[in-house]
């Protein structure tokens, strides 16, 4: 039996980069998946894995939102009655130096980044309680611990999601629910492409393992956290950077 077998996960920000990796490494253990993004692409990015031999289905949300969020809850609810995994993955970037960032871009990181997972714990937890199973892990940041230039609101809102799962794994764990995170570090997605070659080169050159991580890399890190023989780690962060950090 595979691992993810008869198990119904969501995962935000499925559309591209990290977040798709994770859909096809779940999809590839067995799970249902629940493809969750504010882009179209996602549904092409569905078909691609279904075709791959996945179950896997788009729902255009906003994690934002409470109203596109409790919606997608329900239709999944109605369909299967059960979401044993919640993928908080979706995120972005406004990178600027503090000196000249805006409180727009102070405010729309923080809303996406952090805000969201207010929005979507609050719909998936009540179900988790009910099953006494629950597995929630969210996407955190080397930068949350490391810091960096022009990151200021990046990296404050990646660290509120360490926060806010070492607090939360302390009030449901005695449902069955673990909630944890995900560190990822360098890897190769439509959020690092903008990044120059030479800065990737230099960027290897402190990377143990002597590459940067790839979207399936991620997939397996998050796999682990989502499994269940993982249930007795909670509050965590597990960072997946090649062993370029903390070192
Ligand atoms: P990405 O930009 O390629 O993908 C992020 C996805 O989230 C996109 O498909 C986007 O449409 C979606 N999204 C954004 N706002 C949304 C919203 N309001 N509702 C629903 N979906 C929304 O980014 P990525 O590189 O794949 O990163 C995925 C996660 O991993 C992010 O949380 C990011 O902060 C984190 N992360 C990435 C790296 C890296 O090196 N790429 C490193 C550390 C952490």
Redesign the pocket.
Known sequence: MKQLEGQVAII??????????ICKVFCEAGATVAL????D??AATAEAIEADGGSIFFQK?????ADSVNSAVAEIIEKYGRIDILI??????RDRSFMKMSLQEWNLVMN??VN?LFVTAKAVLPHMKAAGYGRIVS?????AEAGAFGQTN?SAS?AAIQGFTRSLCKEVGRYGITVNCV??????????ASIPDHIIAAGIKMIPVARI?T?ED?GNAYLFLASKGAGFISGTTLHANGGAYPS
Do not use: C, H
């Open positions: 935000s920000g499925g559309a591209r980069g990290i977040g798709e990796g969750w993004d504010v882009l692409q996602g949300v906003d994690v934002t939102s908080n993955n979706a995120g972005i970037i996406v980044n969201s996407a955190s940041s080397v930068n990046y990646k560190a990822p570090g360098f890897i190769e997605t439509e959020m690092t991580g979207p991620m």
